[in-house]
């Protein structure tokens, strides 16, 4: 087994966390001193020692950066939990190169993060290849340490959402999806219904059935209960975008990096990994999960730009590009969960790509009518340290997309592109009846290259802990919603 250590730098002195400090002593002060011919350790950098001693001959000593450093406000996130998050991460991917297939993490003050870094750190998609490397297995160092389950159990959550977004689209059909999300789901005591065609148009869900028109894979929506808190108390709905591949439609996306148009069901894949965490928490709250599953593809029967069709709120609405498809299926799925009668609804969406010129990979995008909801999605964010930002949701934006066209609501808004997400966001709003909602446009950090140190190259499965986060916060009772 190899041991990742943390070390913090004070005045340019090397100062061992204590299980680092118990290590040195055991060898005699060899690791302060084999550290010491490195030079300085660098905040989120690591180095591997090796002939440590008998019981640890290999260390990876990590860099905490500053001890007891003085948060800095403008950031809005725990800046000591995400160095402990980038830390550990950082020496367990020194182990892993070095073969190591057991690591000892240093809890670092804070079991829970470090849980989280390391697990997120060694995720690897590799469901399709026959030579597969192998994942070392994760164990506390501080077996005494409190949180290091639930940060191991949080970091699964987010795996799960990175691996459906990672699957091939031929593979992770609508149908395979909701197979997954049982499998996933179904023995932590979360019962999945798996709604088909019919049901959908029972229900006249039909901006929904407009973008399954030019596929020839069936649609799906799944309904998701956890009851975590009795049968009387209002449930939290969350409902996730589930486009499984996005071509665009008949408004034909460019053919570069169309590929990565198999995480468009980013929304679904975290709505399935944040209830996966709630559920295997045990969280003391209900839930309800909406899922809306198709393809946007270009067939013979696929919508046209200029069509119009009546949402089963009876809004009618102008469809003058058939890429802005992901809010025609949520306004159906958000008129059924408003129908729910729930406490608050968050839907999750990879939307637009407006959002991610606006915020990059910083943060996802957060529209509310709650003010309380969005203090609380906001706490949750500088806990997990997967940040949202909240944008503007005013009038100036939704009159664009109710005054203009043919319908009662247009699908993209009088003046297109300009200020894209908050006129998607708009268009949302007018399927929803909750006093408490929230839109996280997600499509900024669905994937990730080199901006979360922890997360590695590719889908990122954000902000799956932040909304765990925040089901938590709202299960102990920390906002009146």
């Known amino acids: 087994a190899g041991v990742v250590v943390g070390v913090y730098q004070n005045n340019e002195a090397e100062v061992l966390t204590d299980a680092g400090a118990h290590i040195n002593n055991l060898s005699g002060g060899s690791l302060l001193r084999l550290l010491q011919y490195g030079g300085p350790l660098k905040a989120g950098k690591s180095r591997v020692l090796y002939g440590v001693s008998e019981e640890y001959p290999i260390v990876s000593a990590v860099g905490l950066g500053e001890k007891d450093k003085k948060p800095d406000p403008v950031e809005e996130f725990n800046e000591t939990r995400e160095a402990v998050r980038i830390a550990v991460a950082a020496g367990c991917r020194s182990l892993e190169e070095a073969n190591i297939d057991k690591i000892l993490v240093d809890s670092c003050g804070d079991a829970e993060a470090a849980a989280e870094g390391s697990s997120l750190s060694v995720f690897k998609y590799q469901d399709l290849k026959s030579q597969k490397k192998s994942i070392p297995v994760l164990e506390c160092l501080d077996k005494e340490a409190q949180g290091w389950l639930k940060g191991m159990t949080m970091a699964e959550g987010q795996n799960i959402a990175r691996k459906l977004k990672e699957t091939p689209a031929n593979i992770l059909t609508p149908t395979n999806f909701a197979q997954e999300a049982v499998n996933c789901l179904e023995g932590l005591g979360v019962e999945v219904a798996v709604r088909t065609f019919e049901w959908i148009k029972q229900r006249s869900m039909n901006a929904f059935l ?39 439609g008949i408004s034909l996306k460019p053919p570069a990096k169309m590929d990565r148009m198999r995480a468009d069901m980013g929304g679904a894949a ?35 730009p200029g069509d119009v069709v009546v949402a089963s709120n009876g809004k009618s609405i102008q469809i003058d590009n058939t890429d802005a498809e992901g809010r025609l299926i949520l306004a159906d799925a958000l008129h059924y969960a408003s129908q729910h009668n729930p406490r608050a ?6 939307l637009t790509g407006a959002i991610a010129v606006a915020l990059g990979a910083g943060a996802a995008g957060a529209f509310s009518n709650s003010t309380p909801l969005w203090e609380l999605m906001h706490k949750a964010g500088t806990i997990s340290g997967d940040r949202v930002w909240r944008m503007p949701l005013w009038k100036h934006y939704s009159s664009q997309v109710k005054d203009f066209g043919l319908a009662d609501v247009h699908n993209l808004g009088k003046y297109e592109r300009d200020g894209g997400s908050c006129t998607a966001a708009s268009f949302l709003q007018q399927f929803v009846t909750c006093d408490h909602w929230m839109h996280l446009d997600i499509a900024g950090v669905f994937e ?32 009146k919603l």
């Open 210 to 248: 407009s973008v399954t028109r030019g596929s020839a894979e069936p649609p799906i929506f799944l309904e998701l209960t956890y009851h975590g808190n009795g049968y009387s108390e209002k449930p939290l709905a969350v409902v996730g975008k589930g486009i499984t591949f996005d071509t665009g």
């Open 448 to 479: 990730n290259q080199d901006e979360v140190p922890y997360l590695g190259k590719g889908m990122s499965g954000r902000p799956t802990r932040t909304v765990a986060t925040f089901i938590e916060l709202l299960s102990r009772g920390e906002s």
């Open 270 to 304: 975290c709505t399935i990994g944040s209830m996966f965490i709630a559920a295997a928490l045990q969280l003391p709250i209900n839930l309800k999960g909406f899922i809306p599953l198709c393809e946007n593809m270009p067939g013979s029967k696929a919508t046209k």
């Open 345 to 350: 609804i968050i839907d999750m969406a990879t």
